[in-house]
């Protein structure tokens, strides 16, 4: 095989490089060229790095070449717009965050009531161009010293999805660099990997404005779908029963997002004010549903504003919106309890998960909910399971999840795109392998129950 030249280097060498030596990153990329093609260096022309071309960080002026460890590793710039933030972020094969940048949108769907697709597919057009440059900047790279790019394909709002999939798409024409599209779920469950030493196999429980599952992950690429929603996500939920309950007019909750607007009110509500019925507690599988647990909400809304007399176009809020806010709040938390119950015995009668390493990672926007994630705590604790979560920042949409998604696939010389112009956005994509049917027949009981912690 001849040695390329140029920019074919990232095309046709790229993937054999990787398969042949996935964590040698203390050889240096023209190195591993030189051995894959048994030719000495003068006799190699690829696309090298000029280390008189400098770049800026906070008018410090800096050469790639400076950094001769930095340009020993495998760099990632990864790229999200699968929803209602712009993110990017650039990460090497240690799990080091070099730079990263994001644009929220939340503040201006805050006003719209909810996100609107075409509103937040401009804004992601807007300002694209200018959290990825901020991501390299913070890296104090530029596009060429990335080792590929990474972006989030599936699944997603069609219109924001597209606007990041062209973007990264403009950007591998520019640099010849690999493209690795992102499952966005799958980012969100290998995030924690990139802080914490866990091991295949382990259980995730994904909670966002737009998904809910619980999955095992046995590899890069490699799920078992346990359950997942059959209407709506938590999030979303969470964020229309505060716009029911007038929230953005609440002086405390003006400036948060609904699910954080419920979680505010909650903490100083009466969580037992309110008898509400646990979703599909009478169905031994691990989906969720949130629909039917949203319209009885709804209806005691309505009946106490009735009582109240406030006129539903009001920005008048109900007296009792505290123990309204703790009650629907509780009653979604059992309803993850009792499916994150059934999960573990699941795994525990089909041998999935091994003693050794039982471990849950929990993310997602909803994640974030410390009163969710206490009471899911305590489910772990009673299986004798390890929680990880990301942090906050990471739980919610990044750009980092999808660069170390992009590094995971990168390291086992896999999901690289073979023809990166062929690649298209997904807006409805399922994780893994769906094993829903199985956990049915399964026939698994939850009891006894295990409470929330006070």
């Given at each position: 095989?001849?040695?390329?030249?140029?920019?074919?280097?990232?095309?046709?060498?790229?993937?054999?490089?990787?398969?042949?030596?996935?964590?040698?990153?203390?050889?240096?990329?023209?190195?591993?060229?030189?051995?894959?093609?048994?030719?000495?260096?003068?006799?190699?022309?690829?696309?090298?790095?000029?280390?008189?071309?400098?770049?800026?960080?906070?008018?410090?002026?800096?050469?790639?070449?400076?950094?001769?460890?930095?340009?020993?590793?495998?760099?990632?710039?990864?790229?999200?717009?699968?929803?209602?933030?712009?993110?990017?972020?650039?990460?090497?094969?240690?799990?080091?965050?070099?730079?990263?940048?994001?644009?929220?949108?939340?503040?201006v769907?805050l006003?719209?009531?909810?996100?609107?697709?075409?509103?937040?597919?401009?804004?992601?057009?807007?300002?694209?161009?200018?959290?990825?440059q901020?991501?390299?900047?913070?890296?104090?790279?530029?596009?060429?010293?990335?080792?590929?790019?990474?972006?989030?394909?599936?699944?997603?709002?069609?219109?924001?999805?597209?606007?990041?999939?062209?973007?990264?798409?403009?950007?591998?024409?520019?640099?010849?660099?690999?493209?690795?599209?992102?499952?966005?779920?799958?980012?969100?469950?290998?995030?924690?990997?990139?802080?914490?030493?866990?091991?295949?196999?382990?259980?995730?429980?994904?909670?966002?404005?737009?998904?809910?599952?619980?999955?095992?992950?046995?590899?890069?690429?490699?799920?078992?779908?346990?359950?997942?929603?059959?209407?709506?996500?938590?999030?979303?939920?969470?964020?229309?029963v505060?716009?029911?309950?007038?929230?953005?007019?609440?002086?405390?909750?003006?400036?948060?997002?609904?699910?954080?607007?419920?979680?505010?009110?909650?903490?100083?509500?009466?969580?037992q004010?309110f008898?509400?019925?646990?979703?599909?507690?009478?169905?031994a599988?691990?989906?969720?549903?949130?629909?039917?647990h949203?319209?009885?909400?709804?209806?005691?809304?309505?009946?106490?504003?009735?009582?109240?007399?406030?006129?539903?176009?009001?920005?008048?809020?109900?007296?009792?919106?505290?123990?309204?806010?703790?009650?629907?709040?509780?009653?979604?938390?059992?309803?993850?309890?009792?499916?994150?119950?059934?999960?573990?015995?699941?795994?525990?009668?089909?041998?999935?998960?091994?003693?050794?390493?039982?471990?849950?990672?929990?993310?997602?926007?909803?994640?974030?909910?410390?009163?969710?994630?206490?009471?899911?705590?305590?489910?772990?604790?009673?299986?004798?399971?390890?929680?990880?979560?990301?942090?906050?920042?990471?739980?919610?949409?990044?750009?980092?999840?999808?660069?170390?998604?992009?590094?995971?696939?990168?390291?086992?010389?896999?999901?690289?795109?073979?023809?990166?112009?062929?690649?298209?956005?997904?807006?409805?994509?399922?994780?893994?392998v769906?094993?829903?049917?199985?956990?049915?027949?399964?026939?698994?009981?939850?009891?006894?129950?295990?409470?929330?912690?006070?």
């Amino acid at each position: 095989m001849a040695a390329p030249k140029g920019i074919e280097m990232c095309r046709k060498c790229f993937s054999q490089i990787v398969k042949k030596y996935p964590l040698k990153s203390s050889i240096s990329s023209d190195v591993l060229v030189r051995r894959l093609h048994n030719v000495p260096k003068k006799g190699l022309n690829v696309l090298r790095y000029d280390p008189k071309v400098a770049f800026s960080k906070k008018s410090q002026i800096r050469t790639f070449a400076d950094d001769a460890d930095r340009k020993s590793r495998l760099l990632v710039l990864g790229i999200e717009t699968s929803c209602d933030e712009t993110g990017a972020a650039v990460v090497d094969d240690r799990g080091t965050v070099l730079g990263e940048a994001l644009h929220s949108q939340k503040l201006v769907h805050l006003k719209h009531g909810g996100i609107v697709p075409t509103v937040a597919q401009q804004l992601h057009r807007d300002h694209i161009e200018d959290v990825v440059q901020g991501a390299l900047d913070g890296a104090g790279l530029r596009l060429q010293d990335v080792t590929a790019i990474a972006a989030t394909v599936k699944p997603g709002l069609a219109l924001c999805l597209q606007i990041g999939v062209e973007y990264a798409k403009k950007l591998v024409r520019q640099s010849g660099k690999p493209f690795i599209p992102v499952h966005h779920m799958e980012a969100h469950a290998l995030t924690a990997r990139m802080m914490k030493n866990i091991e295949f196999p382990f259980l995730v429980f994904l909670l966002s404005g737009g998904h809910c599952l619980l999955a095992v992950a046995r590899g890069v690429g490699d799920f078992l779908l346990l359950g997942s929603t059959t209407d709506e996500a938590p999030g979303v939920v969470f964020d229309q029963v505060a716009r029911k309950l007038k929230l953005k007019h609440h002086p405390a909750c003006s400036t948060l997002s609904g699910g954080q607007a419920i979680e505010v009110l909650a903490t100083t509500g009466d969580s037992q004010a309110f008898k509400l019925t646990v979703p599909m507690a009478r169905y031994a599988n691990c989906d969720f549903s949130f629909a039917g647990h949203k319209n009885q909400t709804y209806r005691l809304i309505d009946k106490k504003e009735k009582e109240e007399g406030i006129p539903a176009e009001s920005d008048q809020i109900v007296s009792c919106v505290n123990d309204i806010a703790a009650s629907f709040q509780k009653t979604s938390t059992q309803h993850l309890m009792q499916r994150l119950h059934r999960a573990i015995l699941y795994c525990q009668q089909r041998h999935i998960i091994p003693e050794h390493n039982k471990t849950l990672v929990l993310s997602g926007g909803v994640a974030s909910n410390m009163y969710i994630r206490r009471s899911l705590q305590a489910v772990t604790d009673r299986f004798g399971y390890r929680l990880v979560c990301p942090p906050p920042r990471l739980c919610t949409d990044n750009g980092v999840m999808i660069a170390w998604a992009g590094m995971e696939w990168l390291k086992e010389g896999r999901g690289i795109a073979e023809d990166p112009e062929a690649v298209e956005f997904q807006p409805r994509c399922p994780l893994g392998v769906d094993m829903s049917t199985d956990v049915l027949n399964a026939g698994i009981k939850t009891t006894p129950k295990i409470r929330i912690p006070t």
